[in-house]
């Protein structure tokens, strides 16, 4: 993670987790039914990116299917993988799956009916991270981009300046939607219940959401709306395969390479978001955002900006502890919480808030490197 990263992931990892109000009964724990998926609690495994997969192939191993088996066991609702990529120019990390392939294909349904035998949902997150990447990671290629312009910093993990992108290509543009569409086809051969698009992060479907990736001049550059093309195109595409009651996006305004940025009129980019996502045929979305419980306009945090203008499923995240998550749900800004590194410190984290137990802090120092 580039330096900037590290100071918002230091300041979250040592936030203190409490236990949920004695062990009582909690909306968390209900069962909900959302698109195609029947949910045995209200709560989601957020995608965090764990590179535990073979490096050359993409393969992930039967630790990958105990890791996501205990987590299936102790309750999760729906559980969202760690990115996979949609191609190999898609990697931007040593160790990250794909879906691409037949080989990661069949590997992933040892996973998917680990899941399935402890009565669990699990999606696939297909990412593509554009830009923030490295030619030695992503094939011996220049990252793709929609323009050619570098970020700064360096790569995770491997610790080299991102390179200087690709400027991608009409021709390429189309390739990639293509794959999209052929990776959420894989993820249900594979057994997933649907997929979730990383559209978020500054990954490079948000690299063109982005005036400060996205320079150019054709029907995929200029105003927001317009910007927008290229995740809109990507929806459809995934929709028409699997269709909209198996597809999950996520969105943002955070960047993985530029942690403070923030839209400049956090309302109106909300609003334009959500009429793109109508438009291409959306009906569940996964707004993320660092702080949840974060005011951005008129006294209103982002996803009850969302809620003012979406009234179709959303997903909330962003450092949720549990009484923030059960607030939410019972006002209605969202049907679903996702949380994400207390569910790496806490394979048994619904046991654990159902109880009344502590939960154990994450700590990147110990449990970034190993599956538990």
Not at 256 to 277: C, G, K, L, S
Not at 303 to 313: A, E
Not at 350 to 360: A, D, P, Q, T
Request: hydrophobic share 40%; proline share 5%.
């Amino acid at each position: 993670m580039t330096q900037a990263n590290k100071g918002i992931y230091q300041a979250t990892e040592m936030k203190s987790w409490g236990k949920l109000k004695d062990g009582a009964a909690s909306n968390l724990f209900e069962p909900v039914t959302i698109g195609a998926w029947k949910l045995k609690s209200r709560t989601a495994m957020a995608p965090m990116t764990r590179c535990f997969a073979d490096d050359q192939t993409g393969v992930v191993g039967e630790d990958v299917v105990a890791y996501y088996r205990k987590r299936a066991a102790d309750g999760i609702g729906l559980i969202i993988t760690e990115g996979i990529v949609v191609s190999p120019r898609g990697k931007g990390n040593p160790g990250v799956p794909g879906l691409y392939s037949q080989e990661q294909v069949d590997a992933w349904k040892k996973v998917t009916q680990a899941v399935h035998e402890e009565g669990g949902t699990i999606i696939a997150q297909i990412w593509h991270v554009g830009r923030l990447s490295h030619h030695e990671i992503a094939g011996n290629l220049p990252p793709q981009a929609p323009s050619a312009i570098a970020a700064e910093g360096l790569v995770p993990r491997y610790r080299q300046p991102y390179d200087v992108p690709e400027a991608m290509t009409i021709a390429d543009i189309q390739e990639l939607v293509g794959q999209y569409a052929q990776a959420a086809k894989n993820a249900i051969e594979a057994g997933f219940d649907g997929v979730e698009i990383h559209g978020a992060h500054g990954y490079l479907i948000d690299q063109f959401n982005s005036d400060i990736s996205n320079h150019r001049t054709d029907q995929y550059g200029g105003d927001l709306a317009q910007r927008l093309t290229l995740m809109k195109e990507v929806l459809k595409a995934v929709i028409d395969a699997i269709g909209t009651e198996r597809t999950l996006i996520r969105f943002s305004a955070h960047k993985a390479d530029n942690p403070t940025y923030m839209w400049e009129d956090p309302e109106v980019a909300i609003r334009t978001f959500v009429e793109a996502f109508k438009d291409a045929g959306a009906t569940m979305i996964h707004p993320s955002i660092m702080q949840f419980t974060r005011v951005l306009a008129d006294g209103k945090t982002m996803h009850q900006i969302v809620r003012k203008y979406w009234d179709g499923i959303i997903v909330g995240v962003g450092t949720l502890d549990p009484e923030t998550a059960e607030r939410a749900i019972a006002e209605g800004t969202i049907d679903v919480a996702a949380f994400g590194r207390p569910l790496i410190a806490n394979p048994d984290f619904i046991h654990r808030l159902k109880n009344g137990e502590e939960l154990e802090e994450y700590d990147a120092k110990t449990q970034l490197p190993v599956l538990v």
